[in-house]
């Protein structure tokens, strides 16, 4: 049974054409040639392709008229079933015969529209033809109209399809260009710490040292060392996320505690960046999370707010039970530009902003926040203006009922 506008299965006919994004557009030239075929074989000055949108009547196309002097006159065309209607004479109509539509200019007298009909059997609209004169089609009319009215659904598939590649290709064009970009941003994240690694091993090969300085020297390589197999393990978490394979253990846990330890985790490196992190914990925040997982991802978020914090600014940690348990950090840096805001979980993302002042990173923190967050069916929220810094905060399930 085909669903007619106004029925119980409206919902679903207007999901359709949003679907299509039928009503982008309107007119368009190859739904007007349509109306004007459908005018010419049925012998009538007015040919339309009527669609039946939520805000009312849309004319994909129009053919004999000015589109705003019918626009929303055209009852007919919502008592169009799976049938084609043929009403001979609207003033032998008691449906019709007081619409303006008939009783004023262009003084309808004759009707026939064929359903412009969805793949999932859904009534988008008509493909219909107008007169002054009372009349009737001939049977080869009527089946041409039909007709019409499919080729109109079909070229309303089509568009829909086209406009999908167009999305796709934009889509395949971005990742190849997130793709150098990651590969850029690798290469120097990796290359960095092992030529400082090859230097300082040369130096140390090439004796000569005194003690104290060939243990610096070797405190620098560890540290770069550590740098690069920090950079690998993200990596490969972030794959493992990706894959759903990530180890996920979750239980009962303190949110206040996670945040305590993973402040501990940077501290120094605020400290060496003159920034003041203060922590607001007062009480226990019971969640239901993983907590290795939520700690990563804490550090995540604090190691960007280092990254992105001017020297004299601050950095604030927070948690809370209602109405879910919560957990924020919020600073004072450079914030993030409007253009940007939503892209920022998306994998390997770097700002415009961050790439003009060479501020180093691979753009997965954040995308890997979201993912740890999302296994926990839980919800990241960011908010962010250019210069006003940056507050993102992880809302997760409460402890019962928890595995």
Known sequence: MTSLPGSADENARQDDLDELHALDVVPEPEFSAIAEL??????????????????????????????????????????????LLEVPDTLDDERFRDESIVVRDPHVRFYAGAPVVSDHDHVLGTVCVMDPHPRRLSDEQRRALTTLAGNAAGLLKLHHYALQADQVLRRLQEVGELKNAFLRTVN????TPLTSIRSYLQLVQDGGLDEVTEQKFLRVIERNSDRILELIDELLLMASLNARTAPFLPDRVDLAVLAHRAVGQVIDRARA??????????QPVMACADAGRVQHALVQLLDNAIKFTPPGGRIEVAAWNVPDPTVEVCDTGMGIAPADIEHVFDDFYRAGEAEERAIGGTGI???ITRKIVELHDGTVQIDSRPEEGT???LILPAPLPCP
Do not use: M
């Not at 000055?45 to 004319?59: A, C, E, K, M, S």
């Not at 008229?65 to 049938?83: E, I, K, L, M, N």
């Not at 120097?188 to 290359?191: A, G, M, P, S, V």
């Open 273 to 282: 960046g003159r920034l003041t992190v203060t922590l607001h914990t007062p």
């Open 391 to 393: 507050r993102v905060r």
């Open 38 to 83: 459908a005018a010419y074989v049925c012998r009538a000055p007015i040919g339309l392709v009527n669609l039946l949108g939520r805000d009312g009547q849309r004319f994909k196309g129009h053919h004999g008229v000015d589109a705003s002097d019918v626009q929303g006159r055209v009852p007919f065309c919502t008592h169009v079933g799976r049938d």
């Open 365 to 367: 923190g954040l995308s």
């Open 188 to 191: 120097h994240e990796l290359r």
